[in-house]
């Protein structure tokens, strides 16, 4: 049975700890970038969106309870996420990458930059790389 989601897994925030942001890094490849202002709004944002995926990911655990299957396996080339308990596949998800974190560099890299990810699970984020450079040189 083949379920057609979007896991969106918010990386962004390091240690899905809310209250650490204005504390943390900037993460993107420019070094000479200024962080943006942490005024009472963007921190709502912030965790108004934190708490929507939060939710949405609870949901979902719920629904497919995917910590309950024995084995996963992620191909990248179909952009297909498996889950399955013993050779019986239980749950298939069609997978799109958003962009990975480096805890050695505290960086975040979105996946567009990324020469390792394939464009079958890039193609849907691929469209937002300009808002990218329009965010960063807007502060």
Same mark, same amino acid.
């Given at each position: 049975m083949k379920q057609s989601l979007i896991l969106l897994l918010l990386i962004a925030l390091v240690n899905a700890n809310c209250t650490s942001l204005p504390n943390s890094k900037i993460m993107n490849t420019t070094d000479n970038i200024e962080r943006p202002e942490f005024n009472d709004d963007y921190i709502n944002l912030i965790k108004t969106g934190y708490d929507y995926l939060l939710n949405q990911q609870n949901i979902i655990e719920q629904k497919y309870q995917l910590r309950s299957y024995e084995k996963w396996y992620y191909d990248q080339t179909t952009g297909v996420l498996t889950f399955s308990?013993?050779?019986?596949? @239980?749950?298939?998800?069609d997978y799109e990458s958003v962009g990975s974190i480096?805890?050695?560099? %505290?960086?975040?890299?979105?996946?567009? %930059? %990324?020469?390792?990810?394939? @464009? @079958?699970?890039?193609?849907?984020?691929?469209?937002?790389?300009?808002?990218e450079l329009k965010m960063i040189w807007n502060h």
């Open positions: 308990d013993g050779d019986t596949i @239980k749950l298939e998800i480096s805890k050695t560099s %505290n960086t975040w890299l979105w996946a567009w %930059n %990324n020469s390792y990810v394939d @464009k @079958k699970v890039k193609s849907k984020i691929e469209p937002l790389e300009p808002l």
